[in-house]
């Protein structure tokens, strides 16, 4: 037992002498000289043991917590009776205790504190595992409440959180599709409202011209016919000069009437394209000696500028109408230099016919209105010259039609009226 468990062994004899001791300091010694060397306490009593606390077990056995006095080191003591009278004590050290309670208490420590960082290392990457889905589903849809949509989700996982991302990707790209399609509606819904209040205006203004345009000829053949009627023409010519006015502003309104027809229908498509083919260098030629009689007469400097023979593939009806209203509105505004000049240009794909006549510079804010349905840049025009302002609204109306550009450049001493034509595909 003393080998095997460090316990230290005392018997002594009902008169306290020492008969065995597993220290050899100790052995053949009596007690009674050994307890003589440690100073004297209270009253004089040398006890060998400082007892600090004892617990009676059993009869006459005890156990004894007490510091030893001849080596001043803290013990564990079993005290009893043997059947001879004899006393037995068996000690053990408490310092071997210690130690092993501070060996088990460092080595819990240690062991504690691996395990502590341990465990905080696998629970962060546990965490980072669980909340980085997480998180990556935040962001995204946080995105989606921005209207961010080309953010996805990265989750790869099999589990309940990668079909959860699945479904927000899906989302997203539903979302994306629907609102896209709302935008467009959207844009479509904005242009049509637009669109129609565009046409209610011009359908006023539309309205306004007419009745303005209207209101002059219907008075004049008010007034010639109720002369007629109250016989106010006394001869013969005067008769014919009243029915000549009639005529003439009933011409001027049958005129009026058709050329808003044609806008109209040009407009809305209803007139159809008959596009042929033809050489457009012989035809500019034709449509200038139709007019040399009306250039002779008002004393015209005209001149064309040509170009090789091309094939133009466009509608020549429509062409001619164009052409000869660049020409009569050349004509009505020409200033005293009566300068004309109908160039031809060969572009890649087009030719482009360019009417010029010299006049005053028209201002730049000007010129875009020029294309507006009965707009009149001088107000003070005469009825003779100034005609319905619907000529350069026709030509707007075909060009779009077609899809060719058409459009008007104010230069130093005139102004140029140009309009483009497909040529002939190769």
Not at 128 to 148: A, Q
Not at 166 to 172: A, D, M, T, V, Y
Request: aromatic share 8%.
């Amino acid at each position: 037992m003393e080998n095997t468990s460090n316990i230290d062994i005392f018997i002594e004899d009902p008169m306290g002498k020492l008969l065995y001791s597993s220290k050899s300091y100790a052995i053949g010694e009596d007690i009674d000289d050994l307890m003589k060397q440690i100073p004297p306490f209270k009253d004089g009593f040398h006890p060998p043991l400082d007892i600090k606390k004892e617990e009676i077990i059993k009869g006459n056995i005890k156990v004894v917590w007490a510091e030893d006095l001849f080596i001043g080191a803290d013990f564990l003591h079993v005290m009893g009776t043997l059947d001879n009278n004899n006393s037995l004590l068996l000690r053990l050290p408490l310092i071997s205790i210690e130690k092993s309670i501070s060996l088990a208490n460092n080595f819990s420590l240690l062991v504690g504190v691996i395990l502590f960082l341990v465990g905080m290392f696998v629970a962060y990457i546990l965490s980072k595992s669980f909340t980085r889905p997480i998180l990556e589903m935040n962001k995204t849809t946080n995105d989606l409440k921005h209207l961010k949509f080309d953010t996805k989700c990265t989750v790869e996982s099999n589990d309940e959180l990668g079909q959860l991302a699945q479904s927000i990707n899906e989302l997203s790209l539903e979302l994306d599709s629907t609102i896209s399609s709302l935008n467009i509606s959207n844009k479509e819904l904005q242009q049509e409202i637009k669109d129609k209040i565009k046409i209610d205006e011009k359908r006023k203004q539309l309205l306004n011209n007419v009745s303005h345009e209207l209101k002059t000829p219907l008075a004049l053949m008010q007034g010639y016919a109720e002369g007629l009627k109250l016989n106010v023409a006394k001869n013969h010519n005067r008769v014919d000069f009243y029915c000549d006015v009639i005529m003439d502003e009933a011409k001027k309104m049958n005129q009026l009437v058709q050329n808003l027809l044609n806008i109209n229908q040009i407009e809305f498509g209803d007139t159809s394209l008959h596009k042929t083919q033809f050489e457009i260098v012989e035809f500019v030629e034709y449509i200038l000696e139709k007019y040399h009689d009306k250039f002779e007469a008002n004393s015209l400097n005209v001149s064309f500028n040509s170009i090789s023979p091309s094939m133009v593939f466009v509608d020549q009806l429509k062409t001619e109408q164009i052409l000869t209203n660049y020409i009569n509105n050349a004509i009505q505004y020409v200033d005293k230099n009566n300068i004309i000049n109908i160039t031809l240009e060969n572009l890649k794909d087009k030719i482009r016919i360019e009417v010029y006549n010299s006049s005053q510079k028209i201002p730049e804010e000007e010129l875009e209105k020029l294309w507006d349905s009965f707009y009149k840049m001088n107000t003070a025009r005469t009825r003779d010259i100034g005609g319905h302002g619907l000529g350069l609204s026709i030509v707007k109306a075909i060009q779009e039609a077609t899809g060719n550009a058409y459009g008007v450049r104010s230069e130093d001493f005139g102004v140029s009226f140009w309009f483009e034509l497909d040529k002939t595909p190769s």
